[in-house]
T-cell receptor, first 110, second 113 residues
Framework: SAVISQKPSRDICQRGTSLTIQCQVDSQVTMMFWYRQQPGQSLTLIATANQGSEATYESGFVIDKFPISRPNLTFSTLTVSNMSPEDSSIYLC???????FGSGTRLTVV | QKEVEQNSGPLSVPEGAIASLNCTYSDRGSQSFFWYRQYSGKSPELIMSIYSNGDKEDGRFTAQLNKASQYVSLLIRDSQPSDSATYLCAVIVGGGGADGLTFGKGTHLIIQP
């Protein structure tokens, strides 16, 4: 299964600012997925990223809030824009090889 | 509506016994099923995936899939206190291509020494 690395592992951000999370996979994958895990909740799929095309967003998530880049087959970024305390969550990425997760990004918005 | 249902628990099992975790899903076209273990403060760890009806064994873990009844289960044999965690069931809804996972809310498992 693919090994997933995310940066940063955690951050504390001011409301109204943006944070870009990086996801690196150790092998080429067709699709990369971004998830959010709010405190005490399960994982929710934010969007699916395919190289060379716009990401596909799930209901309740929009590109203006969560822009995603997928420049190649091993890398993707998720930006959390104009953050509010409600964005405080763990953000996780995964690929379609093995569907494993890295350690995630723990975001706190103050 | 994509739905994956799990009993949130807590499910308490004595050490050495078999822990049985269940999951049902609503989309009959679902083809791929995953079980994850998540310790508090950690990211989910893949236990196993299952795609065909029947049983799949990996060490102390057995996943069981019944597509006709739309349920998937995870059995943990010889349960250990270190198995105490939240277990997440996830499904790729629908039958086509590479899609993201729909997760259940998770079952909190407690193994009592």
């Amino acid at each position: 299964s693919a090994v997933i690395s995310q940066k940063p592992s955690r951050d504390i951000c001011q409301r109204g600012t943006s944070l870009t999370i990086q996801c690196q996979v150790d092998s080429q994958v067709t699709m990369m997925f971004w998830y959010r895990q709010q405190p005490g909740q399960s994982l929710t799929l934010i969007a699916t990223a395919n190289q060379g095309s716009e990401a596909t967003y799930e209901s309740g998530f929009v590109i203006d809030k969560f822009p995603i880049s997928r420049p190649n087959l091993t890398f993707s970024t998720l930006t959390v824009s104009n953050m509010s305390p409600e964005d405080s969550s763990i953000y996780l990425c995964s690929g379609d090889e093995g569907y494993t997760f890295g350690s995630g990004t723990r975001l706190t918005v103050v | 509506q994509k739905e994956v249902e799990q009993n949130s628990g807590p499910l308490s099992v004595p050490e050495g016994a078999i822990a049985s975790l269940n999951c049902t899903y609503s989309d009959r076209g679902s083809q791929s099923f995953f079980w994850y273990r998540q310790y508090s403060g950690k990211s989910p760890e893949l236990i196993m995936s299952i795609y065909s009806n029947g049983d799949k064994e990996d060490g102390r873990f057995t996943a069981q899939l019944n597509k006709a009844s739309q349920y998937v289960s995870l059995l943990i044999r010889d349960s250990q206190p270190s198995d105490s965690a939240t277990y997440l069931c996830a499904v790729i809804v629908g039958g086509g291509g590479a899609d993201g996972l729909t997760f259940g809310k998770g079952t909190h498992l407690i193994i009592q020494p």
